[in-house]
């Protein structure tokens, strides 16, 4: 348990500090949503057709925010956060 609440704090750590690159955002923030969906099956407090809607809406986020970034990348050459002021 101490495991997943240090991971926990690690995902966030990376999540605030990643500011640059809209990839390693996506990616951090997939890592939360993984460790909480681990963290509400190790204490039962998930039934089985629940996981199955969070992970299938884990997925379709996941897919929208890699279409961001294709669609990003497409666009402005870059997938730098700074490009999105322009």
Do not use: P, W
Not at 6 to 17: Q, R, T, V
Not at 32 to 55: E, G, H, K, W
């Amino acid at each position: 348990m101490m495991m997943i609440y240090l991971s926990l704090s690690l995902g966030l750590l990376i999540f605030s500090s990643s500011n640059k690159h809209l990839l390693v955002t996506l990616l951090s923030f997939e890592f939360l949503i993984l460790l909480l969906f681990s963290l509400l099956v190790y204490s039962n407090y998930m039934s089985m057709i629940n996981a199955f809607i969070f992970l299938s809406v884990t997925v379709c986020e996941g897919a929208l925010g890699l279409s961001v970034l294709v669609s990003l990348v497409r666009s402005s050459g870059s997938d730098q956060v700074q490009f999105l002021n322009e």
